[in-house]
């Protein structure tokens, strides 16, 4: 210990008290969150049924920085996850005979697929596509032969069918 003089006298210095490390503090600020499995849940569930992310830390108390920190996977693919479930129970009600949720899937499909037609991610499927013939570069080039003087001054000349009326 290093010793020191306190008004004229030699006294020991006293040992301080280790500092206490960051964030290991007990009494300062709000606890640490802890997170649950029914949290997680309770989340995607919020997300999938179209709320916030400002709502959903305002219902779970805590700020919007903390939900994306603990909840990040749950606010990315809870939407997802939720929607892919509601439209698998719909599906399995109205395989059962469900008539509500057979409409219900039905309108679902319809709408999804319309907003994919907007979005130009799907093309129209009203009208069969014609099946593609190939030609051949033999073919094509005889078929421009054939039309090689339409429009244009040469015209007649280069047509390809011979005279009708032509003597010898």
Avoid: C
């Avoid at 010793?3 to 040992?15: D, L």
């Avoid at 992310?53 to 920085?65: P, W």
């Avoid at 129970?89 to 008539?99: H, R, T, Y």
Wanted: net charge positive.
């Amino acid at each position: 210990m290093v010793e020191r003089k306190a008004r004229g006298k030699a006294a020991k210095a006293k040992p301080r008290a280790k500092a206490a490390k960051k964030g290991k503090r007990k009494s300062a600020g709000r606890p640490e969150i802890k997170v649950t499995a029914a949290d997680r849940e309770k989340v995607e569930i919020l997300v999938g049924g179209g709320m916030a992310v400002e709502e959903i830390a305002a219902a779970l108390d805590m700020a919007v920085n903390s939900l994306k920190k603990h909840f990040g996977a749950e606010l990315k693919r809870g939407r997802s996850r939720k929607q892919a479930a509601m439209l698998e129970a719909m599906f399995k009600a109205g395989v059962g005979g469900n008539v509500s949720a057979q409409k219900a899937y039905m309108q679902h499909s319809l709408l999804a697929t319309a907003d994919d037609r907007a979005q130009g991610t799907v093309e129209p499927t009203s009208q069969p596509r014609a099946p593609r013939t190939y030609q051949g570069k033999k073919d094509a080039a005889q078929a421009e032969a054939m039309t090689a003087g339409a429009g244009t001054d040469w015209g007649s000349d280069l047509d390809p069918t011979p005279p009708t009326d032509v003597k010898h």
